[in-house]
């Protein structure tokens, strides 16, 4: 299974989204890297993972307020859902289990893809093209 590489196809055109997105898309490609390398201790790349997706969804349900976005619970329904996964998985990982399956993975990297693809992609066109909506800040 190839690992998800940062592809013009994820990109929406609103520049700090797409600096998340590009980050996040990076720490899923080294959650897969680990997996092909055997990395022993996948702790790290899992905080990575957590910590990352934390503040990008933080940022973009602030952008939604920020531009008055009017499908902002379906979205933030979305992002608890992937939180909790991985929630779980850093949880199961503390617990001993010490690898993802390339099932799980795969999992991540398509749930990541089809949420740019349907659900940021409504929301990055609001804020291009809303005048009421602020524009995202610098990213960090
Ligand atoms: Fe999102
Ligand atoms: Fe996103």
């Known amino acids: 299974m190839k690992i998800l590489e940062w592809n013009e196809a994820l990109v929406l055109g609103c520049q700090e989204i797409d600096t998340h997105h590009r980050k996040l898309v990076g720490i899923l490609g080294k959650v897969h890297q680990d997996f092909v390398d055997g990395v022993i201790d996948i702790g790290p790349v899992l905080d990575e993972?957590?910590?990352?997706t934390k503040y990008h969804f933080r940022s973009e349900?602030?952008?939604?307020l920020?531009?008055?976005?009017?499908?902002?619970?379906?979205?933030?329904?979305e992002h608890a859902f992937f939180l909790n996964k991985v929630g779980a998985l850093r949880k199961e990982h503390d617990k001993g289990v010490q690898y993802l399956s390339l099932e799980t993975i795969s999992f991540l990297e398509e749930w990541i893809?089809?949420?740019?693809k349907k659900m940021d992609?409504?929301?990055?066109c609001h804020l291009l093209t809303d005048a009421s909506a602020a524009l995202p800040g610098p990213a960090n």
Do not use: C, F, K, S
């Open 49 to 52: 993972l957590q910590e990352y």
């Open 113 to 116: 893809t089809n949420h740019i």
């Open 121 to 124: 992609v409504t929301l990055a």
């Open 66 to 77: 920020d531009g008055v976005y009017p499908e902002i619970a379906a979205h933030r329904r």
């Open 61 to 64: 349900e602030l952008w939604m």
